[in-house]
């Protein structure tokens, strides 16, 4: 037991950042990726800044384009439905928790291509319908749907979806 040590406080506690550094790192932080203002004030928490001074930073970055909430959503909803197979109502939630406007959301969720994300739902729907052992159909088919729920899909769509690889 001489291998472990006991857990020692780190001899550096979590510096808070001056105006300016805050200001170079967090605009390194919303160049790297398409960030929102949530996702910014809560790295500000992380660094114990709140108040006017993350209000005044948060300004900074939307005045030198680095934050743009607009073009957050529309990259928001294009990712996670092409890279994770999220439907519109995962996105849509998704996206609310992060404080994005009602008509920034619908903007957003316009990215999504009709024929695709129906073309999605329906390759979803055949890999998790061939994936799922269950003998009872009714019990195989509440399953797949309650999947395809959780993703995001419309219960309307996900029925049709399913009718139509059952039909095949």
Do not use: H
Not at 92 to 114: A, F, H, V
Not at 116 to 127: F, G, N, P, S, V
């Amino acid at each position: 037991m001489s291998g472990w040590r006991k857990n020692k406080p780190s001899s550096s506690p979590k510096k808070t950042w001056t105006l300016e550094e805050a200001k170079e790192k967090l605009s390194s932080y919303c160049a790297y990726q398409e960030r929102c203002a949530w996702e910014v004030r809560r790295k500000l928490y992380e660094k114990k800044i709140s108040g006017e001074k993350a209000e005044e930073l948060i300004e900074y970055l939307i005045t030198e384009k680095f934050l743009d909430e607009e073009r957050y959503a529309k990259a928001f909803a294009r990712g996670k439905f092409r890279l994770k197979k999220w439907g519109r109502n995962r996105i849509k939630l998704e996206l609310k928790m992060r404080q994005i406007s009602e008509e920034l959301i619908r903007k957003g969720l316009s990215e999504i291509d009709p024929e695709e994300y129906y073309d999605t739902l329906l390759c979803e729907t055949e890999k998790k319908w061939e994936k799922t052992t269950e003998a009872d159909l009714f019990k195989k088919r509440y399953k797949v749907v309650g999947y395809l729920m959780q993703k995001g899909f419309e219960q309307d769509l996900v029925q049709e979806a399913l009718a139509s690889i059952q039909s095949q």
